[in-house]
């Protein structure tokens, strides 16, 4: 039986409900389901563990030895980049955020890459200090005045204001101003092992599992909020409606454009290991 881990949010929930669920036929088996956050799943794949996977594409560069990228079931997109955030009376300058404590959700996320990449040119002073929390702590953080700025994702973006808080800078408005390409968040690989006619296999389904999703999307609601963590359900179609779009179903040029550049300028800074063009390549 495949293994695969994904995260509880709702685009992932969302994305493989059909196929967890057996509701695709001729379909590649029914895998085995493991939901853990993104930096739990970065971690099981440079450990090599599970056959399928959403990880972070910054952890890509570690991991493609053994693993490819597929070609469907990630998250890239347009205006749904990370926030940075602030208290309401901070100001409009970023390189104010010099010498501040900012709290991020990982350090190992593409969130926090695309951050590092913004406040090279944004924050050329540097930070005072860096502090990991839970992302369901950030927000109160920063309103209680506990850290200067938050770094926050994914449905943050709709609920910052309930909390009194400003968007200081948008990390995905940012990336496309610099690219004009989508914004690359989360990647689904698979074990090269698997073979190259397998890994094909995995690839359809996923994207047969998404567009019956889209065409279905009532048969994966009851599952979506039963992971959704209180989430309220209008704001889960939110989630979903800005998470799971054309690149979903197919990286294309523009996704994988999109890839090739964040590792490229990441690696350009030192902030990543060199990724050859080869190794993003889906067996054919």
Known sequence: MTAIAYSPCPNDTFVFHAWTHGLLPDAAPVPEVTFADIDVTNTLAERGELD??????AALPYVLD????????????????????????FGDDPSALA?????????????????????AQAVPGG??????????????AVRDGKVDAGLVIHEARFTYQNYGLRSLADMGEAWEQATGLPIPLGAIIARR???????????????????????????????VLAHA???????ADQHIALYVNDFTA?????GYAA??????????????????DEALAFPQ
């Open 127 to 140: 930070f005072g200090e860096i502090v990991v929390l839970p992302f369901h702590e950030i927000m109160p």
């Open 250 to 254: 197919d990286l294309g040029e523009d």
């Open 259 to 276: 890839v090739r550049a964040l590792l490229t300028r990441a690696a350009e800074q030192g902030l990543l290991p060199a990724v050859p």
């Open 99 to 119: 010498g501040k404590t900012v709290a991020v959700p990982s350090e190992r996320s593409t969130a926090y890459l695309l951050f590092r990449l913004w406040a």
């Open 229 to 235: 963590q209180e989430l309220d359900p209008a704001v």
């Open 52 to 57: 399928v996977l959403k990880i972070s594409y």
């Open 193 to 223: 092992s698997l073979g190259a006619e397998r890994l094909r296999q995995l690839a359809d389904t996923i994207r047969r599992s998404v567009r019956h999703a889209w065409e279905r999307p009532e048969d994966s609601r009851e599952y």
């Open 66 to 89: 053994e693993y490819a990228l597929l070609p469907c079931g990630g998250a890239l997109g347009r205006g749904c980049g990370p926030l940075v955030l602030t208290g309401p009376d």
